[in-house]
């Protein structure tokens, strides 16, 4: 039953005039011809994002890599300030008491 609307239809697009899709800019009969440049396009663009994922999943990789060190060097950083402002205060409450 398809294959016979599909005929069909293919036949009612061949008794078209070309002058009715003029205002197109293009012959119709070029849509139905094109498919495997399509399917190319197709496969282009998903190997594209398929690529774009991969390399998303990589700097995600490596600026996590790039951030743990960053994370615990200024932890660090907070402990010693917190050690230097205890350091101070003690100084400072020693020589108020004498």
Same mark, same amino acid.
């Given at each position: ?38 399917? +190319? ?51 400072? +409450? ?5």
């Amino acid at each position: 039953m398809h294959e016979g609307l599909i005929r069909d239809h293919v036949v009612r697009l061949e008794e078209l005039l070309p002058a009715l899709f003029e205002r197109y800019d293009r012959d119709i009969g070029v849509l139905f011809t094109r498919p495997e440049v399509v399917r +190319d396009e197709i496969f282009s663009q998903r190997y594209r994002f398929k690529s774009l994922n991969h390399e998303q999943e990589r700097v995600i990789v490596n600026f996590g890599a790039l951030w743990r060190p960053e994370l615990a060097l200024e932890s660090w950083a907070g402990q010693m300030d917190e050690q230097r402002a205890a350091l101070w205060h003690a100084i400072y +409450d020693t020589q108020g008491e004498n």
